[in-house]
C-alpha cells in the first residue's frame, strides 16, 4: 500500500531578488536633452499602509496561508526601478540630470501570487515632460505572466522567473518602447 504524506513548508521572511544590468548600447542618440528619472509608487496596497513599499507579491503555504515576498534588503521596489530604468537610459546613451527632462514611472501596480504554480501582474504607468512640463510622451506597460512551480512548490518558479519578468518591464518601459526613444532622442 502507497501512503502519501504531504510536506508543508514554511515559507516566511521570504525575499527575491531583483535585479538588472543593462545591455550594451545598441545605438547611440542625437544630441538629445538629459533625463532626470523619478518612480513612484502608487499601489494601493502601498498608499493605504497595508503593505510596505518593499512588498513585491506573496507566497501560499501549505494550507493556502499568505506569506509577504520583499525585495533583498528590503529596498523599496521605486528605489530598485528608479536605477534600473537610470542604468538603462545610460546604457542606450541618454544622459541623465537632475535639471533635464523629467521621465516619470508610476507603478500603478506590481504583485505576484502563488501556490503551485502562480502569476505575476504588472501595470506602469511612463510619462516624459519637457523642461517647462509639456508632455512629450505619455504611454503604460502591463502584463500577467504565469510561473510554473518547481517539485518544491512555487519558490524556485518565482527565483527564476521574477528576476526574467522584471528585465522585461524595464526593456519595455525604456529600450523596446521606440516611441519614448524617439520622443527622448528629439
Same mark, same amino acid.
Given at each position: ?71 533583498? *534588503?528590503?529596498?523599496? %521596489? ?5 536605477? +534600473? ?6 546604457? /542606450? &546613451? ?37 523642461? *517647462?512640463?509639456?508632455? %512629450? ?5 502591463? +502584463? ?6 518547481? /517539485? &518544491? ?34
Amino acid at each position: 500500500m502507497l501512503l502519501s504524506t504531504p510536506i508543508y513548508g514554511c515559507v516566511a521572511g521570504q525575499s527575491v531578488g531583483i535585479d538588472y544590468d543593462a545591455d550594451p548600447m545598441v545605438v547611440a542618440p542625437s544630441d538629445s536633452t538629459p533625463v532626470q528619472v523619478t518612480v513612484t509608487d502608487q499601489r494601493p496596497f502601498v498608499e493605504s499602509g497595508d503593505k510596505p513599499p518593499y512588498y513585491v507579491g506573496k507566497y501560499r503555504a501549505g494550507f493556502g496561508n499568505p506569506w509577504d515576498v520583499t525585495t533583498e *534588503d528590503r529596498k523599496p %521596489l521605486a528605489d530598485i526601478m528608479a536605477a +534600473d530604468v537610470s542604468e538603462e537610459l545610460e546604457a /542606450l &546613451g541618454f544622459t541623465l540630470s537632475e535639471a533635464g527632462r523629467g521621465l516619470a514611472i508610476t507603478i500603478n501596480d506590481w504583485n505576484f501570487d502563488g501556490w503551485q504554480n502562480g502569476h505575476l501582474w504588472y501595470d506602469i504607468e511612463i510619462v516624459l515632460s519637457d523642461t *517647462d512640463g509639456a508632455q %512629450l510622451y505619455s504611454g503604460n506597460v502591463k +502584463d500577467d505572466v504565469g510561473i510554473t512551480g518547481t /517539485l &518544491g512548490g512555487i519558490k524556485g518558479g518565482v527565483e527564476r522567473d521574477i528576476p526574467i519578468i522584471y528585465r522585461d518591464a524595464i526593456q519595455k518601459i525604456v529600450r523596446k518602447n521606440s516611441e519614448l526613444i524617439t520622443a527622448l532622442s528629439q
